[in-house]
């Protein structure tokens, strides 16, 4: 099992740092807009959303290739449907009145995204199946953007 611990940039802002084994990463939310960036030691990626879209893509900045796309369904729901080359994913809120998220592949639970407490801003990612680590920080980018669009 990885375990991935985010801490807030600051007290106000939706940014965090999380400590991975490649060492620090940053993920960034674009002020009034749902789009933002993954900044690795080595590498970034940006995170793409069309105007009046429920699609978000991950883009390698360098390649500007798609690493994985995401796909709200119905927005009224906190679920998103992720594609990441061949493999289907899904982030849903495991109830409509926490923030705790689910990632799953079919009716396999493979890990979760939470906050430490319940008014705590820091959150760790538990996951129990091998995932890419930027696969792993989009579903938590994604988590933050809800966790924002439902603060304000």
Same mark, same amino acid.
């Given at each position: @099992? &990885?375990?991935l611990h985010c801490i807030p940039a600051s007290m106000? $802002?939706?940014?965090?740092g999380i400590e991975t084994s490649q060492g620090t990463a940053r993920i960034e939310l674009k002020v009034m807009k749902d #789009? $933002? #960036?993954?900044?690795? *030691?080595d590498e970034s990626? &940006?995170?793409t959303h *069309? @105007?009046?879209? $429920? #699609?978000w893509v991950l883009k390698q900045d360098r390649e500007d290739s798609i690493v994985a796309q995401a796909r709200k369904p119905n927005p009224l +729901? +906190?679920?998103l449907e992720l594609t990441c080359g061949t493999q289907k994913l899904v982030l849903q809120a495991v109830? *409509? =009145?926490r923030r705790e998220f689910q990632i799953r592949q079919s009716n396999q639970v493979l890990g979760r995204i939470r906050p430490d407490s319940f008014s705590s801003r820091q959150a760790t990612i538990e996951v129990n199946a091998p995932l890419d680590l930027k696969v792993q920080? =989009? @579903?938590?980018?994604?988590?933050v953007m809800l966790w924002r669009q439902g603060a304000s």
């Open positions: @099992m &990885t375990q106000w $802002g939706w940014n965090y #789009e $933002g #960036e993954i900044i690795l *030691p990626y &940006t995170i *069309p @105007m009046l879209s $429920g #699609e +729901r +906190r679920k109830s *409509p =009145f920080l =989009f @579903m938590f980018w994604l988590t």
